[in-house]
């Protein structure tokens, strides 16, 4: 019987530790005076070979573009791209916090890279030090968050004028995963 009573305890422990990581602990909603005055958006994945881990940070002088592989980085050396960002284009970032998207950035959704698949997480910072996030596994986060992505995407890829350091990534290497061909697609 003590054996068992045992057992039980062990049990409803690692259930409601389970249940309390999987939820993750709420942001401090920033007052209405802060400003946004950075955004991280990254991807990662476990078991991986090559540049797996990306991370895009935008704040009012550059854009900053970082892909490390967590195992190999004598093979494969960390690429760091930094641009210039414009006013207009910082004040489009700016903008794109909106309501919708903090509500969406509830901090983790589910046990992300739990099963090896590949996480995204995304990071607002405001100018009173507070951070809002969210991670999830890729693909399966809220669709506020989706479309943010995306136009953060398309404000990352505007033309502009870049610094290089290491091998520099190639074009859309952090928001996308190569495109592949389906096999009636190939020339013969």
């Given at each position: 019987?003590?054996?068992?009573?045992?057992?039980?305890?062990?049990?409803?422990?690692?259930?409601?530790?389970?249940?309390?990581?999987?939820?993750?602990?709420?942001?401090?909603?920033?007052?209405?005076?802060?400003?946004?005055?950075?955004?991280?958006?990254?991807?990662?994945?476990?078991?991986?070979?090559?540049?797996?881990?990306?991370?895009?940070?935008?704040?009012?002088?550059?854009?900053?573009?970082?892909?490390?592989?967590?195992?190999?980085?004598?093979?494969?050396?960390?690429?760091?791209?930094?641009?210039?960002?414009?006013?207009?284009?910082?004040?489009?970032?700016?903008?794109?916090?909106?309501?919708?998207?903090?509500?969406?950035?509830?901090?983790?959704?589910?046990?992300?890279?739990?099963?090896?698949?590949?996480?995204?997480?995304?990071?607002?910072?405001?100018?009173?030090?507070?951070?809002?996030?969210?991670?999830?596994?890729?693909?399966?986060?809220?669709?506020?968050?989706?479309?943010?992505?995306?136009?953060?995407?398309?404000?990352?890829?505007?033309?502009?004028?870049?610094?290089?350091?290491?091998?520099?990534?190639p074009s859309g290497a952090?928001?996308?995963?190569?495109?592949?061909?389906?096999p009636a697609a190939r020339?013969?």
């Open positions: 019987m003590r054996h068992e009573t045992w057992i039980l305890a062990i049990a409803l422990g690692l259930i409601a530790g389970n249940s309390l990581a999987q939820t993750g602990p709420q942001s401090i909603k920033p007052s209405s005076a802060t400003k946004v005055v950075g955004v991280r958006m990254g991807t990662y994945a476990g078991m991986c070979i090559g540049w797996c881990d990306s991370e895009t940070s935008f704040n009012s002088k550059s854009i900053v573009v970082v892909n490390k592989s967590p195992g190999d980085p004598k093979r494969y050396p960390e690429q760091k791209m930094t641009t210039l960002i414009t006013k207009q284009d910082w004040n489009d970032v700016q903008n794109l916090v909106d309501a919708t998207v903090l509500a969406a950035m509830s901090g983790r959704i589910g046990c992300p890279g739990c099963v090896d698949e590949r996480v995204q997480w995304i990071e607002v910072e405001f100018s009173d030090g507070t951070k809002k996030g969210i991670s999830y596994n890729q693909g399966t986060g809220p669709r506020a968050i989706a479309d943010f992505l995306a136009k953060l995407g398309a404000i990352e890829t505007r033309p502009r004028p870049s610094r290089s350091e290491g091998r520099e990534p952090l928001e996308s995963p190569p495109s592949v061909e389906p020339k013969k």
